[in-house]
């Protein structure tokens, strides 16, 4: 991977961390991930005018993609019900690195070198390593967490697909996100009945503003895909985890014991061999 990629990727990483963090902190969590993809959808909405309308072929990636993202939020909210950040989050971020490099190996044919596929191995071990053994997370927070990943790992081969069909990553995330952003408000009022926004409140704002870093998370993460490939580059995005922990420990009050240190050597030195 090109250094461009190996950036953005990173960035990406610190990003998602930081409002993964936000979400975690707050009280209605459901509440405050569907007032998250408000900020995205207005931002999004403008750039429908200005690019191109996607190939026929990438439709179907774009409306599947925002489908899943729906369901990934609603099973990361279950999750941190559950669990710490920096237990949930790790195992989330943990099941996404092999599950993307398979998938962009037997579906669009990703060739990965022997350094790659190291890194890898070492990201997904080191990020497992921080959410298991003594002081783990409950087994509901663990199940609806690797739920959560199973589902992103999905949505991020669909990606890596639906940018090359679309040919202009701009359109592809703009269109996704403001389907994301009209699907997410439906399964809060199938699952609440109601949904209730008060823009005066500080509690809207904060939450529109994580909604905005999220939304630069996915866009820098899907122009990624579209200069290298998936599995690397999903694997170099959860070194994101590393942030988690560091947020969760000074932020939240979560413990950082000497096994989640050397976790986090291990993805770090993982993160290297991507980088080779």
């Not at 729906?70 to 790790?90: D, K, N, T």
């Not at 969760?248 to 980088?275: D, K, N, Y």
């Amino acid at each position: 991977m090109s250094a461009v990629v190996i950036g953005l990727a990173l960035f990406a990483a610190i990003l998602h961390a930081a409002w993964n963090a936000f979400l975690r902190s707050g009280g209605d969590r459901l509440w405050t991930v569907t007032v998250m993809s408000f900020a995205s959808t207005v931002f999004a909405l403008p750039f429908l005018f200005f690019y191109p309308l996607p190939a026929s072929g990438a439709w179907l990636y774009i409306l599947l993609s925002a489908v899943l993202q729906v369901g990934y939020s609603v099973f990361l909210v279950a999750a941190y019900r559950y669990g710490e950040l920096g237990q949930a989050y790790p195992i989330v971020r943990g099941t996404v690195p092999l599950l993307v490099t398979l998938g962009g190996f037997v579906i669009t044919g990703d060739k990965l070198t022997s350094y790659q596929i190291a890194g890898v191995v070492l990201v997904a071990v080191g990020i497992m390593s921080l959410a298991l053994g003594k002081g783990r997370a409950s087994a509901s927070s663990i199940l609806f967490a690797l739920a959560t990943g199973a589902i992103i790992a999905a949505y991020a081969t669909v990606d890596s697909i639906g940018v090359r069909q679309t040919g202009q990553s701009g359109a592809y995330m703009a269109w996704v996100l403001v389907l994301y952003g009209a699907f997410l408000p439906a399964a809060f009022l199938v699952i609440r009945r109601r949904l209730i926004v008060d823009f005066r409140a500080p509690e809207t704002w904060k939450a529109l503003g994580g909604g905005l870093v999220a939304m630069i998370a996915y866009g820098v993460v899907v122009a990624a895909f579209a200069l290298g490939p998936a599995g690397p580059i999903t694997a170099l995005r959860e070194t994101s985890v590393v942030f988690a922990v560091l947020i969760g420990w000074m932020f939240l009050g979560e413990t950082l014991t000497a096994r989640r240190i050397l976790a986090c050597i291990i993805v770090a030195a993982g993160a290297i061999l991507l980088g080779h």
